[in-house]
């Protein structure tokens, strides 16, 4: 059993200086061991972040009020001041301008009820939706329980987009070593970013909007998923939104109304415009990505609210705050699934405070804690492949061989660099100048209203099947990963130090811009496994990148294209554009330039474009891998539904977050229908 730790005497905290590639037990999250008053362990690591700094000590029990408790693990790689310098200097700077942001802490715990009609468990971009929704409902009692705490004011700031990972907003999640990519990588490993906040990772991201392509939902329903197809999808698209942009306006494809704010990128470096010109030399359009057809390029659309980011925070749980009948309680981690003798979910127990506690429902549970975590908790129940789980000691209450299974990611390349004319691209100048962040603060505009670097996306046509349904997006970002000298963003992408000094050594801090191709549709599958049976122990997360050899030949033929791009005219004559045509450490046994050299060049540097999906595939019960139904219920259990990014069959071709919000919307009414509650019309 867990303890509250109580310390025998007052002990302070002292910064260290945590030496590179060390690695620390995240701060908010229990490492998985338990600590019993009174016990000594000397190795016991504690960790504790405060302002965006890592306290460390070592010590026999730990302190009143830790939150960071437990073995120095693989998880969190946290290098000192590196990432958390230009933290504290986020939040300082929006702890003094952003006076007017109210703070909420999302904590009704003093009002908790006997038993609730729903228990929605993870308040991210599905989660969020799902229970704002669910609460419309005057007479259903629902409550939202988050893992993490509310968001911190620099959530708010659009350039501030890459702070919030490896923070304690982020679960700080790493994949297992590789065995075919990521070798440039630490360990053969990567980062993993998701959010552990309020909000869940709408308020960690880059808040690009993009919804795929048609076809990704038409394949979902001919799949045997009835009820997903584009048609149908599109009104929840379109009912979630509230679309400010200039594209298509007023046409079947926005909705005007919703909660979530979509806007064009009002600040764009002067890169922007030679990115669209140079899609225009390659014979493509320049395209409204949501519109009719993706094809083409595309500044990015963003889920920007005036300046601020619109995470799901501001645009479905703080308009629900006005129900009385929805109870959202923050930091409190769901540890387990409570199920009935007939398989039923009737509630959940989790973890508040430092006491277990247990939330009981007479309707339904809806699992909303994403990719990694939905099928975690799952296994941790006793749902899952049962081979697996007895491995770790969880009696079966449901063999359900695809929890887990079928990770799909959007691999991608952050490396591919070209130089530019100074002026031309993102700099720390623009990004950091007094100047602009005092407008900012004033104005809500200028590089700061804008996630950084982040310009435009591309879509090529695809040369095997459909060719207007692409294997390939293009992100478009004007800065390098040596924009900061290797001081931040290295640590944020995660490159081996050796790597990244010899490959980006002579480009430090020059002007320019990085395009990567992704895969938008990939074979290769991964897992989500479980660690033990310890619900706080990281599960092992394998994307298992680059495993089928067609992905390979793709990544390829996007390299050409964005090689391609670089060498217009437009992005030469203009900006001066230069590729940086170094050969790449660890590829310098391959002809430079040949597809044998690219391939090698991807197995070095592909790595995730942060979209876990498809761990509990929705599908129909033909399917052996299934775990949901085409109304999200859990296959054999009932009261039981998962409702985020893990039920997509397929991944599809764009970004996550405007397509899980999609799904909590869509799932909320379903719910509803089933429960014989109208449901509103939608055009
Ligand atoms: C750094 C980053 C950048 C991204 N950029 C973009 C972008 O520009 N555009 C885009 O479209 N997508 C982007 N994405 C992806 C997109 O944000 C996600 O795919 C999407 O938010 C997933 O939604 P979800 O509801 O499935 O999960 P999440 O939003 O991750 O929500 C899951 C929630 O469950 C909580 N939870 C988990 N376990 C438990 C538990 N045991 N108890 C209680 N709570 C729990 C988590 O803390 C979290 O709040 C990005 C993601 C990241 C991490």
């Not at 887990?404 to 070209?418: A, E, K, R, Y």
């Amino acid at each position: 059993m867990a303890v509250v730790c109580k310390a025998s005497k007052k002990e302070e905290y002292t910064p260290v200086k945590i030496k590179q590639e060390e690695t620390v037990c995240p701060a908010q999250a229990c490492g998985g061991v338990l600590v019993r008053l009174g016990e000594v362990k000397p190795l016991l690591t504690i960790a504790r972040r405060v302002g965006g700094v890592d306290f460390r000590r070592k010590a026999a029990c730990c302190r009143e009020g830790d939150v960071g408790v437990g073995r120095v693990e693989e998880g969190t790689m946290t290098h000192f001041p590196a990432l958390a310098l230009p933290q504290i200097v986020s939040r300082l700077l929006a702890l003094s301008f952003l006076s007017g942001v109210g703070h909420y802490d999302f904590d009704d715990s003093h009002k908790l009820l006997p038993q609730y009609d729903f228990i929605v468990v993870g308040s991210g971009s599905a989660g969020s939706a799902v229970a704002a929704r669910l609460a419309e409902v005057p007479e259903w009692r629902v409550l939202l329980l988050e893992s993490g705490g509310p968001p911190p004011p620099e959530a708010r700031v659009p350039g501030f987009n890459s702070i919030l990972m490896q923070s304690e907003y982020d679960w700080n999640h790493r994949t297992v070593p590789q065995k075919y990519g990521l070798r440039n990588y630490k360990d053969n490993a990567c980062p993993f970013p998701m959010g552990r906040v309020v909000g869940g990772s709408s308020v960690i991201n880059w808040m690009m909007y993009v919804r795929g392509n048609r076809r990704d939902y038409d394949q979902w329903n001919d799949l045997g998923n009835p009820g997903w197809d584009y048609n149908t999808v599109l009104k929840y698209f379109k009912k979630a939104e509230d679309y400010r942009g200039t594209r298509n306006v007023g046409t079947e494809y926005h909705g005007r109304g919703g909660p979530l704010v979509v806007d064009d990128k009002r600040w764009r470096t002067p890169l922007s415009r030679g990115f669209l010109k140079a899609g225009l030399e390659l014979g493509y359009n320049i395209v409204d990505p949501n519109g009719p057809e993706q094809i083409g390029f595309s500044a990015a659309d963003l889920t920007v609210r005036n300046g601020e980011r619109g995470s799901v925070v501001e645009s479905y749980l703080r308009p629900a705050l006005a129900y009385s009948n929805l109870h959202i309680v923050s930091n409190a981690h769901v540890t387990q699934i409570l199920m009935d003798d007939h398989k039923r979910a009737v509630g959940v127990r989790y973890e508040h405070r430092g006491k277990v506690r247990t939330a009981l429902t007479k309707r339904e549970v809806v699992l909303s804690a994403g990719a990694v975590g939905s099928p975690q908790l799952l296994m941790v129940s006793g749902i899952g492949p049962a081979e697996h789980l007895r491995q770790h000691g969880i009696p079966v209450v449901l063999d359900l061989p695809g929890v887990g299974h079928n990770l799909q990611d959007h691999p991608s390349i952050f490396g591919l660099t070209w130089l530019t004319k100074r002026g031309s691209s993102n700099n720390l100048n623009r990004w950091l100048n007094p100047r602009n962040i005092k407008n900012y603060f004033k104005t809500r505009e200028g590089p700061l209203s804008v996630p950084m670097a982040l310009e435009g996306n591309a879509w090529s046509l695809a040369e095997e099947g459909d060719p207007h349904w692409p294997d390939l997006q293009f992100l478009f970002m004007a800065s390098t990963p040596a924009l900061d000298g290797g001081v931040y963003f290295n640590d944020i992408i995660g490159f081996r130090r050796d790597f990244f000094k010899q490959y980006y050594g002579s480009i430090l801090g020059h002007e320019g811009y990085n395009i990567g191709p992704m895969l938008t549709r990939p074979k290769s599958r991964g897992t989500v496994r479980l660690r033990s049976r310890n619900p706080h122990d990281r599960p092992l997360i394998d994307p298992n990148f680059l495993s089928h050899p067609d992905d390979i030949n793709t990544f390829v033929r996007g390299i050409k294209f964005v090689l391609a791009i670089g060498n217009t005219t437009a992005m030469r004559h203009e900006f001066g554009s230069r590729f940086h045509d170094q050969v790449l450490p660890g590829c310098e046994k391959e002809l430079y330039g040949s597809d044998d050299y690219w391939a090698c060049y991807t197995r070095h540097m592909a790595q995730t474009t942060f979209h876990p999906s498809s761990t509990c595939k929705m599908a129909p019960s033909s399917d052996p891998y299934g775990v949901v139904d085409h109304r999200l219920r859990v296959r054999g259990a009932s009261g039981l539904r998962v409702v985020d990014a893990s039920i997509m069959p397929v991944i599809v071709s764009g970004n996550l977050n405007a397509p899980s919000i999609m799904i909590g919307e869509r799932a909320a009414d379903l719910i509803k229908e089933d429960w014989n509650i109208p449901i509103e019309p939608l055009g």
